[in-house]
Structure formats: C-alpha cells, structure tokens
C-alpha cells in the first residue's frame, strides 16, 4: 500500500511538472531553478520528517543518507547532459523538454532497476559483495576520466538512422518531424535517448551505492525517486555553478569509494547510517569548499 500511494503521488507530480515546463515561454531562469530545486528539496525533507514519526529516528538517518547519495552522485549526471546539449546543438530553450521527458524514463527505468536489486539482494546474497566492487571500479573510473563519459551522441545518431531517417536539423521543440519521404527522427530526440543511456550508466553506480547505505526497499525506492524529480531545476543550476567547483567530482569520488568500501566490509565492520551521513555530507561539503577557495586564490592572485 505505501508504494502504490507513493508512486500515485509521484505520477501526479511528474504530470504536474510536465503541464508547467509545457507552458513556460523560454528557458527556465536560474532564479526560477533555485526556487524550484528549493520546492523539491523541501518536499523530500518533509517526507523524511514523516518517516521519522512513523518509522523512527533510524529509518529516516537512512532515508536522508539514501537521497543525499542520490542527489550527490547526480551532479556528475548533469555534466555529461551539458555535454550531450552541447553535441546536438541544442539552445536552453529546447533543454528543459529533453530533460522533463528525461526525468519520466529515469523515473520508471529506475523503479525497476530498484525492484531487481531487492529481489537479487534477498535471493543471493553474494551479489552485495558485487554492488560493492562495483562502486569501487566506478570510483576509479572517475578518477582516471577527465571528461564525460557517456556522451555516445554519434553512434545514437547512427543507430537511430539504421531505423528512420535522421534530419540534423532542428524543428523547434519536436521529438519527430514528418518530411514528404516520411517520418525523421529529429535531434531533440536523439538527445533525449542518449540522456536516457546515459542515466543508466549512472544508474549503474548510484542504485548499488544506496543499497550501500540501506536495504530497506521502501527507504531506496523513495529516496532515489524523490532524487530524480529534482533533476531538471537541478540541471539548470548546475549549468551555471558546476564551471566554478573544480574539486566536486573528487567529493563524488569519495562517496563512492566510501559506500562500496562499506558494502565490501559490512560482515565485518559495522557503519553506522549516522557516521554515512556524516560522511557523505562532509566529502561534498569539503569538495565545495576547495573549490571555492581555489577560485577565490586565483583570482586573488590575478589581482
């Protein structure tokens, strides 16, 4: 019964959020993103307050912990989008419909990846010690990349042609666009499969990773999909912030280095879900702030 609601609400919002980008003219502002993210990180707040007082003070410590590893390792998400943005060409304008549709693949593909994960994690129970060298290899693969992974723009392109024609061209704010030799797939929507793909590669770091932090099924699904809707606001902020935190993807390198650690060493050395909030917190909290000082001694330094 709780997922059933959940999941109603969570249909409602995902209509709700497509009848308000549907209406607005031209892209969405940083303010109007702020405001937005704020709504959506107040929502998951709210909704962590009422698993406190219904299922305790360590079910919520978990739930929190669950969708700040989310959120967290969702930064690194929206780097590679501005790269796919950028490899099909497409204006701010057009962005926020890829990403509202993005968010309706990402939500249901996430679901059941989610789902699959209980199901492997109940029945074999060897598969955690899987999850975790998962993370560790995905913790090491970031470490060694310099640029975005998942940016397969070309061979969608080429994939996509194999089936119907592809025009290059964009024709305004269309996933398809009907020619006299018939239907053309246009870039809007080779750009929305390769975020979709891209997203589950993601995926395939960020669901272990908060298995990691908690097996409970109802706490994993929710955080991850409150997570999720947050996206598109979180995109347009992270546009313009992320060129400033040169440090962020070594916080993010940390959080999964951490949690598969954890998952690796659970028969052995138990963590608490407080000392993992903590911890989570504390590697984007640092990774921020070096950042910003690193920007604030070059350009004292310039001066």
Do not use: C
């Not at 995902?14 to 009848?19: D, F, M, Q």
């Amino acid at each position: 019964m709780p997922f059933a609601v959940f999941t109603a609400a969570i249909v409602a919002l995902v209509l709700v959020g497509l009848a308000i980008s549907g209406r607005r003219k031209g892209p969405m502002t940083f303010r109007a993103a702020l405001v937005s993210s704020a709504a959506w990180i107040g929502l998951a707040i709210v909704f962590g307050l009422w698993i406190a007082l219904r299922r305790g003070q360590d079910a919520a410590l978990a739930y929190f912990a669950a969708y700040l590893t989310e959120e967290s390792l969702s930064l690194d998400n929206m780097v590679v989008f501005m790269a796919i943005f950028a490899r099909f060409g497409l204006p701010t304008d057009y962005q926020e419909r890829v990403l509202s549709w993005g968010v309706v693949g990402a939500i249901v593909m996430r679901a059941a990846a989610i789902f699959a994960g209980v199901e492997l994690l109940e029945r074999l129970s060897w598969i955690r010690y899987a999850f975790g060298a998962l993370l560790i290899i995905g913790s090491l693969r970031l470490l060694r990349s310099d640029k975005p992974t998942g940016t397969a723009g070309g061979g969608i392109s080429r994939l996509a042609g194999r089936v119907l024609p592809v025009t290059e061209e964009l024709h305004g704010d269309a996933f398809f666009w009907r020619t006299p030799e018939g239907l053309s797939v246009a870039p809007l929507f080779l750009a929305l499969v390769t975020v979709e793909v891209s997203d589950i590669i993601f995926a395939s770091d960020s669901i272990p990773a908060v298995f990691a932090v908690t097996d409970d099924p109802f706490l994993v699904y929710t955080s991850n999909l409150l997570a999720v809707l947050g996206l598109r606001s979180l995109y347009f902020i992270v546009a313009a912030v992320i060129p400033r935190l040169r440090y962020i993807r070594y916080g993010l390198i940390a959080i999964l280095a951490f949690v598969g650690a954890k998952m690796l060493l659970a028969d052995f050395v138990r963590i608490s879900i407080g000392v993992s909030l903590f911890v989570i917190g504390a590697a984007i909290t640092i990774s921020v702030i070096a950042s910003l000082w690193s920007r604030r001694e070059v350009a004292t330094n310039d001066s």
